[in-house]
């Protein structure tokens, strides 16, 4: 547990580390093209959930709160062997890190910061935390199609 714990730091300090970057220093030039029409860095700040989803209020602590029971949930379903291989873990891990990284953006400033503008499709602009949600349900996603096998009662 405690590698998980280590791990779930680390993503979170790589997280805030690019965020205070963009809050400090992108957030005054708003957006620099690294591939012109394709793919920027834009300081944006998204104050609601994926993707802007639900910004029209004030959802921030609902978010909190529940970044924290996601995190509680997956520290359990680890602690309690649930997840059957590395895989399924790591997947979960990067979900709670992700979470708990846009967790914190959100109290201490109101909002999550933003910062990977993909153009080419008009993707919503995204930030590392993103990232490791993203990542983390779709490795999920493998794992239970690929590794998950299902127990009878009588084998728990």
Same mark, same amino acid.
């Given at each position: 547990?405690?590698?998980?714990?280590?791990?779930?730091?680390?993503?979170?300090?790589?997280?805030?580390?690019?965020?205070?970057?963009?809050?400090?220093?992108?957030?005054?030039?708003?957006?620099?093209?690294?591939?012109?029409?394709?793919?920027? #860095?834009?300081?944006?700040?998204? @104050?609601? =959930?994926?993707?802007?989803?639900?910004?029209? +209020? *004030?959802? !921030?602590? %609902?978010?909190?709160?529940?970044?924290?029971?996601?995190?509680?949930?997956?520290?359990?379903?680890?602690?309690?062997?649930?997840?059957?291989?590395?895989?399924?873990?790591?997947?979960?891990?990067?979900?709670?890190?992700?979470? #708990?990284?846009?967790?914190?953006? @959100?109290? =201490?400033?109101?909002?999550?910061?933003?910062? +990977? *503008?993909? !153009?080419? %499709?008009?993707?919503?602009?995204?930030?590392?935390?993103?990232?490791?949600?993203?990542?983390?349900?779709?490795?999920?996603?493998?794992?239970?199609?690929?590794?998950?096998?299902?127990?009878?009662?009588?084998?728990?």
């Amino acid at each position: 547990m405690p590698i998980y714990i280590c791990a779930i730091l680390l993503m979170i300090a790589a997280d805030q580390a690019v965020k205070y970057w963009a809050f400090t220093s992108l957030q005054a030039q708003q957006t620099i093209p690294l591939i012109n029409g394709v793919f920027h #860095l834009t300081y944006i700040e998204n @104050r609601g =959930a994926a993707f802007s989803l639900f910004a029209q +209020f *004030d959802s !921030r602590w %609902i978010f909190v709160v529940l970044a924290i029971v996601i995190t509680v949930a997956i520290f359990t379903a680890i602690y309690k062997n649930m997840l059957q291989t590395q895989l399924g873990c790591w997947s979960l891990i990067l979900v709670a890190a992700g979470a #708990l990284g846009n967790a914190i953006d @959100r109290v =201490a400033h109101g909002f999550v910061v933003d910062m +990977f *503008d993909f !153009r080419l %499709i008009h993707f919503p602009v995204f930030n590392v935390a993103d990232i490791f949600i993203c990542a983390g349900g779709v490795l999920f996603v493998l794992y239970f199609m690929f590794q998950h096998k299902e127990t009878s009662g009588a084998e728990k």
